[in-house]
Every structure is written in C-alpha cells, then in structure tokens.
C-alpha cells in the first residue's frame, strides 16, 4: 500500500507545481500560526474564523492551519503527497463554503484541481517519494 501511495509517475512539471503549492500552503499556515509573510497570526485567525461562524473556532484555527503550514511542508519535500492533498483539499472546499461563497472561490477551486492532478500522478521528481524508490506505477 505505501509503494502505491509514494508512486509516481509524473514529471518535472507536476513536480514543479507540487513545489510551488507546497510553498503557497508554508506561507498560508505560518501567516495562520505564527503571524508570518504578513498573516494576522493565531488570534486574527480565530477572531476571523469567529466571524465566519466556524464553530470551535480556537481548534478550527489549529487544524486548519497546522494542516496547510504542514501539508504545505509534505508538498514541498513531496513526502507522502497523495495523503497529504486529502486534508488540504478539505481545507479548500471548507474555505469555498465559509469564507468565498459570495466571490473569491475561484482560488481554493484551483488548488482543490491541483491537489487532484498530484494525488492522480504523485510527487514526481525532486521528491522525497521518488528518492525512497517507490517503483513507478
């Protein structure tokens, strides 16, 4: 089961926006965490997720945000990416129904048909999944 999930079968161009998503998601949940690249940081997380009317809005900020910074981080080292856009493709659709239903849901729509394209092909390339030797499928 591991072999399938750190298969791949993709190429430099897969790889290349499985980096560039890997990032995008580092700088979204350490905005979250830590106040980062300009993010409001953990309590203007959670006073927005208040808000939105998220409920539990203190573990709705962790899981959230612990979710892109290191999902964000699997991506980026393409560990395990197949399992890691599960998570963060949740994340976006909760994203489109919460906070960009009225305008705006063109974004998280397009990372929810990334996260789709890297859990068909897998990491490629300059992955951790390809180093470990998962055989191609």
């Given amino acids: ?3 399938r999930i750190q298969s791949t079968r993709a190429g430099v161009a897969i790889a290349l926006l ?12 350490s905005g979250k965490l830590f106040g980062w690249f300009g993010g409001g940081g953990f309590e203007a ?3 927005y997720f208040t808000e939105l009317g998220i409920p539990l809005p203190v573990l ?5 945000s612990g979710t892109e910074f290191f999902g964000g981080l ?6 395990l990416t197949r399992l890691a856009v599960i998570p963060l493709s949740i994340t976006m659709g909760v994203a489109i129904v919460t906070a960009h239903l009225g ?9 929810i048909a990334v ?19 998962a055989p191609e499928k």
Avoid at 60 to 64: A, D, G, K, M, P
Avoid at 103 to 111: A, D, E, H, N
């Fill in 1 to 3: 089961m591991i072999e």
């Fill in 18 to 29: 499985r980096m560039v998503l890997g990032v995008i998601f580092i700088r979204e949940g």
């Fill in 45 to 47: 997380a959670c006073q």
């Fill in 60 to 64: 709705n900020t962790i899981l959230v």
């Fill in 74 to 79: 699997a991506l980026l080292a393409g560990f």
């Fill in 103 to 111: 305008g705006g849901w063109g974004y998280p729509t397009l990372i």
């Fill in 115 to 133: 996260c789709a394209v890297l859990f068909q092909n897998g990491s490629g390339p300059f992955s951790l999944d390809h180093a470990l030797g």
